[in-house]
C-alpha cells in the first residue's frame, strides 16, 4: 500500500469562501457586530472558538458556541440549496488515488456536519476511509492534532501521510507532525513550505504523490 493521503476541506477540495463569508456576515449581524471581508478572510480557515472572541471580546463561552452553531447551521443551508462542487481536479485525483491503492481521509477543521454536508454534495464521500473534525481534537491547525488523528484511525504511520492543504497553517500542522504535503492555492507563494506547491490540482504531477514517499 503506497500510503495515505489527508485532505484538507474548505478551499481545497471546496472553494466554500463565499458561503463562509455570507453566513458569518448574516450571523454576527444578528447579534448586533459588523465584520468586513477582511476580517473575515483573517480568520478563514480557524476554529470558531477562536474566531468569535476576536469579533465578540466580551461573548461567554455559551455564547460562542451559539453563535458558532447558528452560523454553521446557515452554511449548511447555502451548501445544499445552492449547491457546491468540487474545484479543478480534485474528483479526478480522489479517484486517481484510489484505484492506485492509497487511502484517503478528511482532516478538517470544520464541524462534521459541515463536512458531510459538503461531501454529500460532490459525491465523494465513499472515498475517504476516515474523517477528522474540529470536534475530535484539542487544538486545531497550525498544531498538528488533526493530521495525526486523521493517521491514527487509518492505522497508517505519519512518515506515508501525505496532506493535501490550501492554508500555510495547514502546511504547518503537516510539518509537525512528520508529514509531506502539496499546497493548492492560486497564491502559491503563501505555501512556501509545501514540498509542492501548485496554483490547482490540475496542475500537479502525475507522479507526485509517489515522489513523496519514495515512489513505495
Known sequence: MPGAVLWDLDGTIVD?????WLSWRDTVAAEGISITYEQFLVSFGQRNDAIIPA????AS???????????EVEFRRLVRERGINALPGVTAWVERLGEQGWWQAIASSAP??????ILEAVG????????????D????????DVFLAAAGRLGIDPARCIVVEDAAPGI????????RSIGVSRNTAKLSDADI?????????????DRLTGGS
Do not use: C
Not at 462534521?112 to 454536508?117: M, P, T
Open 112 to 117: 462534521r456536519a459541515n463536512v458531510e454536508a
Open 137 to 144: 481534537v484539542k487544538h486545531g491547525k497550525p498544531e498538528p
Open 16 to 20: 466554500s469562501e463565499e458561503y463562509h
Open 124 to 135: 465523494l464521500g465513499a472515498h475517504f476511509r476516515a474523517v477528522v473534525t474540529a470536534a
Open 61 to 71: 463561552p455559551r455564547q460562542i458556541q451559539l453563535i458558532g452553531d447558528a452560523k
Open 55 to 58: 469579533w465578540l471580546p466580551e
Open 172 to 179: 504547518e500542522a503537516a510539518r509537525r507532525a512528520g508529514m
Open 197 to 209: 506547491a501548485v496554483a490547482s490540482l490540475q496542475d500537479l504531477p502525475a507522479d507526485a504523490f
